[in-house]
């Protein structure tokens, strides 16, 4: 399997401009999470799937933030209106159920200026 | 709720020096145990863990044993190499539970000089 897959890589945007970030979960798995690092806050869970249901987005930092599921295998984090702090590393995760072990795509860098 | 701390960061070593990574947690029960890895530019891996006292998790050289007593999880290993350089995530689940319930600590970043 390729892993988990997260595009793009990097983003520049403007600040107000509409923003999505993508992810492809390993195939078969039934979790799939949204991270986000920051040197100040570490690694922040903003959401997660449990079979393409949100289960917790209590992460979510405000109304600008959404996440979708729309089938297994693809998941979108769209930030909207983007502000200068919400750069970060955006990473999304996959897990097979009851494990405890989670499998991190390469993440995304967002840079709002 | 349920904690890790990690000693603070960054570490700066010499190829070949020990390492040694400071891990506790605040728990409730038994929790398991993790060591993840994030090197530069990637995303996290897992690099070992240990889901019971006194188990001792160990790949690619590094080590980490589980103590109740103390409530801790160092990570250490012997000869750090320049690929060792990294940012190192302690973490913890409830005993039994699923990567829904990871708590990460705040990492710790090594960097290992040749």
């Known amino acids: 399997d390729a892993g988990v897959i997260q595009s793009p890589r990097h983003e520049v945007t403007e600040m107000g401009q509409e923003v999505t970030l993508r992810c492809k979960p390993i195939s078969g798995h039934d979790y799939l999470f949204w991270y986000r690092q920051t040197m100040m806050r570490g690694l922040e869970l903003l959401i997660y799937f449990n079979n393409n249901v949100p289960i917790d987005d209590s992460g979510m930092p405000e109304d600008r933030f959404s996440a979708k599921m729309p089938n297994a295998s693809f998941s979108t984090l769209k930030i909207q209106p983007s502000e200068p702090r919400d750069s970060a590393v955006y990473f999304c995760?996959?897990?097979?159920?009851?494990?405890?072990?989670?499998?991190f795509g390469q993440g995304t860098r967002l840079t709002v200026v | 709720g349920d904690s890790v701390t990690q000693m603070e960061g960054p570490v700066t070593l010499s190829e070949e020096a020990f390492l040694t990574i400071n891990c506790t947690y605040t728990?409730?029960?038994?929790?398991?145990l993790f060591w993840y890895v994030q090197y530069p530019g990637e995303g996290l891996q897992l690099l070992l863990k240990a889901t019971k006292a006194d188990d001792k998790g160990s790949n690619k050289g590094f080590e980490a044993t589980y103590r109740k007593e103390t409530t801790s999880f160092h990570l250490e290993k012997g000869s750090v190499q320049v690929s060792d350089s990294a940012v190192y995530f302690c973490a913890l689940t409830p005993r039994g539970g699923s990567a829904r319930q990871l708590t990460f600590g705040s990492g710790t970043q090594l960097t290992v000089l040749p």
């Open positions: 728990a409730t029960g038994y929790p398991s």
């Open positions: 995760a996959s897990s097979l159920e009851g494990a405890a072990e989670a499998f």
